[in-house]
């Protein structure tokens, strides 16, 4: 039966050859066109909707097409334009093999993955997070346990060979003194602030461990290539940590505010980061960080919105990305990224979806890792986007609190975005790891190799209710078709 639509002039049958671009859009009345069979090189492909008759031209639907022919599409409608991409080619799958921490306890790492340059292209450094934690109901009262609580945060340094990932050499990350906590000059990965950080429980959830004002719960990881260091983003603060490559903490980039909660003398806490980044949602602070390859810039990307004014915005789709001057440490922008509307997925709520880790590959391209809790058959949303900064809105500093457009950033809507002519960032897909069928839940580590080949890896939670005997850590290799830089 032939029906009428209402198509894109653009969307012409006939693709440019380019693996990735951008067309832009008007709407036109035409009829569908359904008994047309479709063919690409000499294989038969079947798109998901039939093309469109206009005046005897005939038109398919951009993303119809695209998709049958192997190509990733995405739609911006503050931009009304379609961006076409070609899909990679899994390159390589490795497993962590590594003994066990401790009984019912497995080796962790992969909360974040980073290539310095000058290393193997098969060499990486990577991080587990705060240590194995859980969140069993204790007479009724669901707490949060630490089983190892003198338990380092540690960098790894790794390489992937022959379908397995080894570990090179590891850095403890230590104070230049002694932390109250552990007695030793190495942290633990213990809450800081009594009262607005979860309380940590020993094993059996039974007595209240004592807050580590040190304490770090390590996510996304970043090399300045200027002085030789990293810097690490952290879920407590949300703070973004300085260290030395022997793992020393030099200094912390904090929310004003912060330090007159804590009492840290052994390192300085740079208040830099806006007062509103105080208002996260706990276990959700700075997930990801990244650093320009020139060392002049550093961009961190939350997990989540802000509870920016309350709890309700945990379904916000609104997430903040700050850039910082690292030679003053200074923020200068802000833009926003809007998570994938959990609408569109299955049992799916939309403060399940959020950021996992980040690429900067340059002041206006970064690479975005977004995902949903879930793993095995009921995966729905693994994506690595690369984003666009160049035209997106600074908004920093505008949107904290409601008195300047009625709502705060994490209040509005789409169309309230529009109405503020706030533009967001652009998003285009690299990887859909969900076709490839990676099987865990937490893809937290994104590095891009030579521009053209994308290493991902999960982290594994320490095996914590684990019931299957592997680690259940996997780094998974992709080449791209083409070059980002």
Do not use: C
Not at 196 to 221: N, T
Not at 339 to 367: H, P, R, W, Y
């Amino acid at each position: 039966m032939k029906r009428k639509w209402i198509v894109l002039t653009s969307l012409l049958l006939t693709l440019p050859v380019a693996v990735s671009g951008t067309v832009t859009a008007q709407q036109v009345n035409g009829v569908t066109s359904e008994n047309v069979t479709y063919s690409s090189n000499g294989q038969v492909i079947q798109p998901s909707a039939p093309a469109v008759n206009l005046d005897g031209s005939l038109y398919m639907p951009v993303r119809a097409l695209s998709e049958a022919m192997g190509k990733y599409v995405d739609w911006d409608e503050f931009r009304n334009s379609v961006s076409l991409t070609d899909k990679p080619v899994l390159t390589g799958k490795y497993e962590l093999k590594a003994a066990n921490l401790a009984e019912g306890i497995k080796m962790g790492v992969g909360s974040s993955l980073t290539h310095l340059p000058g290393d193997p292209d098969n060499v990486f450094y990577t991080t587990a997070d705060r240590g194995p934690n859980g969140q069993p109901t204790i007479n009724g009262k669901t707490v949060r346990t630490f089983p190892m609580p003198d338990y380092t945060p540690t960098i790894y340094k790794i390489e992937v060979s022959k379908g397995e990932i080894n570990i090179l050499d590891k850095f403890p990350l230590k104070l230049a003194g002694t932390d109250p906590v552990s007695g030793k000059v190495t942290i633990t990965g213990l809450p800081n602030i009594k009262g607005r950080d979860e309380e940590p429980y020993d094993a059996k959830g039974e007595k209240v461990l004592a807050y580590d004002p040190y304490g770090l719960d390590i996510e996304g990881l970043a090399y300045n290539p200027k002085d030789d260091s990293f810097w690490i983003s952290d879920e407590y603060g949300p703070s973004i940590v300085h260290v030395k490559r022997d793992g020393t903490i030099i200094e912390r980039i904090v929310p004003k505010g912060w330090a007159s909660q804590a009492s840290a003398p052994l390192v300085p806490s740079r208040e830099t980061l806006p007062e509103v980044y105080n208002k996260l949602r706990q276990n959700r602070g700075a997930e990801a960080v990244g650093i320009t390859p020139d060392g002049k810039y550093m961009f961190m990307a939350m997990q989540n919105a802000l509870r920016n004014p309350d709890k309700a915005m945990d379904n916000s789709r609104q997430v903040r990305i700050i850039k910082f001057d690292l030679a003053t440490l200074n923020p200068v922008a802000e833009f926003v990224y809007v998570l994938e509307d959990a609408k569109q997925f299955k049992d799916l709520v939309q403060g399940d979806i959020v950021i996992s880790d980040m690429v900067v590959v340059n002041e206006n391209t970064l690479l975005i890792d977004e995902r949903d809790k879930f793993s095995g058959d009921k995966v729905q949303l693994k994506r690595i986007y690369a984003i666009d900064l160049s035209t997106a809105t600074n908004v920093i500093g505008k949107y904290d609190s409601a008195t300047a457009a009625g709502k705060t950033l994490e209040q509005m809507t789409i169309a309230d975005l529009k109405a503020n002519n706030i533009l967001p960032t652009t998003k285009r897909t690299v990887l859909d790891a969900v076709a490839f069928k990676f099987p865990y839940e937490k893809i937290e580590g994104v590095s891009l190799i030579n521009g053209d080949t994308l290493a991902i890896t999960n982290d594994n939670d320490f095996g914590i209710d684990s019931t299957t005997p592997e680690n259940g850590t996997l780094l998974w290799t992709f080449k791209l078709p083409y070059t980002i830089k």
